[in-house]
């Protein structure tokens, strides 16, 4: 398996950064492994060596039988069992060299199954406290919601107080009886009231919205919303004249203009 490979293994349990961290480490480990080719060659050579072995007792009995050494062959064999103990004290030292690395690397397999543990461990700690900060995020949009319907009430309370004497200067209206919140034909209509300008009824239709600088999508939910609730109120009061209207806070140049060509009043508070 290559890194990549077991990053990818891995990224099923930890996160992306721990899953790498922890790639790295094992691959590094396992490449740093007595490879089997080696042991593989150990094993032919100590082979070798036995069948060497096996030769030269064969060739020293031969010789014992025959009588026929000399000097000369005597010297050979000495020699090549002198080859013989240099080869073994060489496999000697090999194996010592491949127990002291297996040693080195059962001390790594412990640092990193004490590494593994760690992070098991900070992953256990960054959940903790994920799963708090999501509590707390939860927490934060109950309590702006709240907020917000708050302020959605205080600013329609002011609306129904003051709208009526702004409607009296800028429009010639005169409010019939208070505005008030009510539901028409399923509809929950934030502001409502009946009103006379020359001798006809106008009647107020509006919504609030605490800003009004949304982007087009929110402009364009903001008017048909408006625009259901005029309907509502025209099916259930036939042939009246209707004046839509929007409360804000503040609106944006913008949105000013685009409610001027629907034919939509927008009231901002600091006109009261």
Same mark, same amino acid.
């Given at each position: 398996?290559?890194?990549?490979?077991?990053?990818?293994?891995?990224?099923?349990?930890?996160?992306?950064?721990?899953?790498?961290?922890?790639?790295?480490?094992?691959?590094?480990?396992?490449?740093?492994?007595?490879?089997? @080719?080696?042991?593989?060659?150990?094993?032919?050579?100590?082979?070798?060596?036995?069948?060497?072995?096996?030769?030269?007792?064969?060739?020293?009995?031969?010789?014992?039988?025959?009588?026929?050494?000399?000097?000369?062959?005597?010297?050979?064999?000495?020699?090549?069992?002198?080859?013989?103990?240099?080869?073994?004290?060489?496999?000697?030292?090999?194996?010592?060299?491949?127990?002291?690395?297996?040693?080195?690397?059962?001390?790594?397999?412990?640092?990193?199954?004490?590494?593994?543990?760690?992070?098991?461990?900070?992953?256990?700690?960054? @959940?903790?406290?994920?799963?708090?900060?999501?509590?707390?995020?939860?927490?934060?949009?109950?309590?702006?919601?709240?907020?917000?319907?708050?302020?959605?009430? @205080?600013?329609?309370?002011?609306?129904?107080?003051?709208?009526?004497? =702004?409607?009296?200067?800028?429009?010639? =209206? +005169?409010?019939?009886?208070?505005?008030?919140?009510?539901?028409?034909?399923?509809?929950?209509?934030?502001?409502?009231?009946?009103?006379?300008?020359?001798?006809?009824?106008? =009647?107020?239709?509006?919504?609030?919205?605490?800003?009004?600088?949304?982007?087009?999508?929110?402009?364009?939910?903001?008017?048909?919303? =408006? +625009?259901?609730?005029?309907?509502?109120?025209?099916?259930?009061?036939?042939?009246?004249?209707?004046?839509?209207?929007?409360?804000?806070?503040?609106?944006?140049?913008?949105?000013?203009?685009?409610?001027?060509?629907?034919?939509?009043?927008?009231?901002?508070?600091?006109?009261?």
């Amino acid at each position: 398996m290559n890194k990549a490979e077991m990053t990818q293994r891995l990224e099923r349990a930890f996160p992306t950064e721990q899953a790498g961290v922890l790639a790295e480490v094992i691959y590094d480990a396992y490449d740093a492994l007595v490879k089997a @080719s080696d042991f593989s060659e150990l094993k032919a050579t100590v082979t070798e060596l036995v069948e060497a072995q096996k030769r030269t007792e064969q060739r020293v009995a031969e010789l014992a039988e025959a009588q026929k050494h000399t000097d000369q062959r005597v010297a050979e064999l000495a020699e090549a069992q002198k080859h013989t103990d240099q080869r073994v004290a060489e496999l000697a030292e090999a194996q010592k060299r491949t127990e002291q690395r297996v040693a080195e690397l059962a001390e790594a397999q412990k640092h990193t199954d004490q590494r593994v543990a760690e992070l098991a461990e900070a992953q256990r700690q960054t @959940s903790d406290q994920l799963r708090d900060l999501i509590g707390v995020v939860r927490g934060l949009a109950t309590e702006v919601g709240s907020l917000s319907r708050t302020m959605s009430y @205080s600013l329609e309370n002011e609306a129904y107080r003051l709208l009526p004497d =702004l409607l009296r200067r800028n429009f010639g =209206l +005169e409010i019939e009886q208070k505005l008030v919140r009510t539901e028409i034909n399923g509809e929950e209509i934030n502001l409502f009231g009946r009103a006379r300008r020359n001798g006809q009824t106008v =009647l107020i239709v509006g919504e609030s919205k605490l800003r009004l600088d949304m982007r087009s999508a929110e402009r364009q939910e903001v008017f048909e919303q =408006l +625009e259901r609730k005029v309907a509502a109120v025209r099916e259930a009061y036939p042939g009246q004249e209707i004046m839509p209207v929007l409360i804000t806070h503040y609106a944006r140049p913008a949105f000013l203009q685009e409610a001027q060509a629907r034919g939509v009043q927008v009231f901002q508070s600091f006109e009261w």
